[in-house]
């Protein structure tokens, strides 16, 4: 059976030398994007550039708010001096929000953590995770945040937009 990092490789995995070029770029300007292993915490044995951690994220988030988001988060670690030991364990699409699981961060840095975190939380309920457009959650069985083009393109013409998107007390 495939161990869940051969998974995400092979399904993200790209051959594309310009696609893995700027991942290089991106994981050298932003080492938390460095994929490692669950258990370990170690790099991949034979990573070849061919995804970085943006890559768990729904693609219209990546698109919409990914680089700023990891700009802003990449301030506050240099401040204290933690950018090469902030590790993401994990983050991704959770009840239509971005959830993430990090390994930790130093207390002086707290306060400007947790609003980074808040503010990504809450643009990413309102950003469709299918082209980054501004998005509503649909609640049906998947709870996750999508314009509306991208609704009637994934759900089908005889739903509706409005309806499907009233929040549930
Ligand atoms: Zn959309």
Partial sequence: MMSFDEFRAAVLSTDDPEDKKRNKEL????????????????????????????????????????????????????????????????????WGRLTIYSGGYPDEIADQYNAWEDKYEKLSTQTCIGCGKPGKIVYSGWISPWCKDCFYEHYGNDKNYSEWTKEIE
């Fill in 27 to 94: 994981v050298e300007r932003y080492p938390f994007l460095l994929p490692r292993y669950d258990w370990s915490q170690e790099p991949l044995e034979d990573y070849d550039y061919g995804f970085t951690n943006l890559d768990d994220l729904p693609k219209g988030w990546v698109k919409a708010f990914g680089l700023q988001m990891c700009e802003d988060l990449r301030k506050i670690l240099v401040e204290a001096n933690y950018l090469e030991e902030y590790r993401i364990l994990q983050w991704k699409e959770k």
